[in-house]
């Protein structure tokens, strides 16, 4: 069974590393599902400066600058998320548990977080940990990335999730949230721009979206900073927040 979390944006979905499994059409779609959770091997970083819109129907667009540090050891994830400058997160995730903690580094500041309407599922892939109940006929995604389509089962919150993986790299592309009995989504998550740097590969692009709403966040690939963690002088992910 997956696991409740709390409401949260985190960009955990940088994994840093994509590894190709080679013949993964002959895996069962839970073997398949298994290696989608898989962790990494050795402790790899990221630091991301990057731009979020947000558009609701009837309101201004609403654009901040966005930060994520992330660490990801092979039992754990680390990480700093910060929006508009000032108002700051700190994040874990326990491996093979879909798990996400989220401490607010200023928990009388704002939320703006809440009000981009981003949830922690979305982009720590926590719905990877729900059961596979059914699987779809292969698609493209883009109609170039050849995709195993998978529906997972989340009895916590009542819906059902329909998602596109990377037959070669067991990654998320794509994913579509149904409640219960509906047959619309009514919620989507797409990822692109996958951009490689060191040896490493991260998503430069997400786009969220949900009835009136949407949500896009660019990182740029100028200044990312991505690589393997050298144990003896660890990276330094977190950032001081700008005052109110």
């Known amino acids: 069974m997956c696991k409740r979390i709390i409401p949260v944006f985190i960009v955990a979905i940088f994994f840093a590393v ?29 630091k991301l400066h990057g731009v979020l819109q947000h558009r609701r129907r009837g309101k201004a667009v609403l654009s901040m600058p966005v930060y994520f540090g992330v660490i990801l050891h092979p039992d754990r994830t680390v990480g700093q998320l910060v929006l508009d400058r000032k108002e700051g997160y700190m994040l874990g995730q326990a491996v093979n548990s879909g798990l996400t903690t989220v401490t607010p580094m200023n928990p009388k500041g704002g939320d703006k977080l809440g009000y981009v309407g981003v949830r922690a599922s979305d982009l720590t892939l926590s719905f990877l940990f729900c059961k596979p109940i059914r699987e779809f006929d292969n698609e493209n995604v883009g109609g170039v990335v050849p995709c195993r389509v998978i529906l997972l089962d989340d ?26 009995s509906e047959k619309k989504p009514y919620r989507i998550l797409e990822a692109s721009g996958f951009t490689k740097k060191n040896d490493l590969y991260y998503v430069r692009k997400l786009r969220i979206e949900g009835p009136g709403w949407r949500t896009r966040i660019d990182f740029d690939s100028s200044s990312a900073d991505v690589g393997k963690v050298d144990m003896t002088k660890p990276p330094r992910i977190v950032i001081k927040l700008e005052e109110k």
């Open 18 to 46: 994509l590894s190709c499994f080679g013949k993964t059409a002959e895996l069962s779609k839970e073997e398949f599902m298994l290696l989608a959770r898989r962790k990494n091997q050795y402790p790899t970083y990221a």
């Open 155 to 180: 009895p916590k919150n009542k819906e059902e999730i329909k998602v596109w993986l990377s037959k070669e790299h067991c990654f998320p592309l794509q994913a579509e949230f149904y409640r219960k």
